[in-house]
């Protein structure tokens, strides 16, 4: 009879906080203990030392955080703690494809790892990367993955003193950062070495802008490749606004105007967004790919392989840039909390990229 009574009582009691904050503010932790009929130091040990309370009392404060629907403030609990369980990775371009793959990477590590992830989007913007640093930095998190928009570093866009870990993702760090990048010259060398040794000997390059270190890299190997042919081969350089398929499109646009006697019979393009709109508009216009141009991407994203001409591409490992990242950003923390920071030694990954043959190329005989 006194077990039943104090039940009702006790679901009284919950009925009673439920009203006060049905419209009002979240639950507390002192509405579970007032409802509980404990401390509020006894339901913190119950969230955070379980051990430590008997079992009697540890199911009368579970029952309440249930019956109420109490979530506990992680926010709060982190800046009291001084340590988050949020990373950040800010990237150039949210809607890239690209950066879907290495995001997943990222995820997925960081799952593993028992944290989460805030993703952030610079839209290729220094204004915008240095606020969202300034933001990453602000919420306390464990660290942050970035790919700047400065192919030399994210220095501008760090706040003064700060000493949360931060991981190049896509960039090389030198010395000074953690880093996972591709060797971009070396995949443009790919490309250009296909193409030629294919027997193309009016090529052209679609890329763009100059300020994104990775074009500037693919570029430069791409026109190594060409100058070292034994081939004597014109290369046409079409710069591009950005990395989209409209921009893809557009300079399909001017590689169709040319006369058909100098048209390059094969294009590079920096990305496979670029390559994707340049093969719509070749087929629009009735260019035939590969008979009349020869079109290689580059990221090899999943639209890659499912176009209507499959593209050639050179495949950069998107999903392992972004766990590797990942798992570099959780060694540092791991030493700055082991109060290791002088031992920690940065880390420079860089992946080689392969070049994956499909329709959009022929080999010219």
Not at 295 to 306: L, Q, T
Not at 329 to 352: D, F, I, K, W
Request: contains cysteine; aromatic residues 4%.
């Amino acid at each position: 009879m006194v077990a039943k009574t104090a039940l009702r009582r006790f679901n009284r009691e919950i009925s009673s906080v439920r009203e006060e904050n049905a419209v009002g503010p979240s639950v507390s932790v002192k509405d579970v203990a007032a409802a509980a009929g404990v401390s509020v130091g006894t339901v913190s040990n119950v969230l955070n030392r379980p051990d430590r309370v008997g079992a009697a009392t540890r199911s009368r404060v579970e029952a309440a955080i249930e019956q109420l629907g109490f979530v506990r403030n992680e926010s709060a609990r982190h800046l009291r703690a001084g340590a988050s369980r949020t990373i950040g990775f800010l990237v150039l371009d949210a809607a890239n494809p690209f950066f879907t793959d290495v995001a997943r990477g990222v995820e997925e590590a960081a799952r593993d790892a028992g944290l989460a992830v805030f993703l952030c989007n610079s839209d290729n913007l220094r204004q915008r990367e240095h606020d969202y640093m300034e933001l990453l930095f602000e919420q306390r998190v464990r660290g942050v993955l970035v790919t700047p928009v400065d192919p030399g570093g994210v220095d501008a866009s760090l706040p003064p003193g700060v000493g949360v870990p931060v991981v190049l993702v896509d960039r090389t760090g030198g010395d000074r950062y953690c880093s996972v990048s591709v060797d971009d010259v070396y995949g443009g060398r790919l490309a250009g070495e296909y193409l030629t040794e294919s027997g193309h000997e009016r090529i052209a390059f679609v890329g763009g802008p100059d300020s994104v270190g990775q074009v500037q890299d693919r570029l430069s190997g791409f026109r190594d490749a060409v100058r070292a042919s034994a081939r004597d081969t014109t290369l046409t350089e079409l710069p591009t606004a950005a990395l989209t398929v409209a921009e893809g499109r557009a300079a399909g646009q001017r590689l169709a105007g040319m006369p058909a006697s100098r048209r390059p019979t094969a294009a590079f393009c920096a990305n496979d967004l670029l390559a994707l709109g340049l093969l719509q508009e070749m087929t629009r216009l009735r260019i035939r790919v590969p008979e009349d141009l020869a079109i290689v991407g580059y990221d090899d994203i999943e639209f890659a392989a499912a176009a209507a001409v499959p593209l050639t591409s050179v495949r950069q490992p998107r999903h392992q840039i972004g766990r590797t990242a990942a798992e570099l950003l959780a060694e540092e923390t791991a030493a700055l909390e082991g109060g290791v920071r002088g031992g920690h030694r940065h880390r420079q990954v860089v992946y080689l990229p392969e070049l994956i043959v499909r329709e959009s190329t022929v080999r010219v005989s």
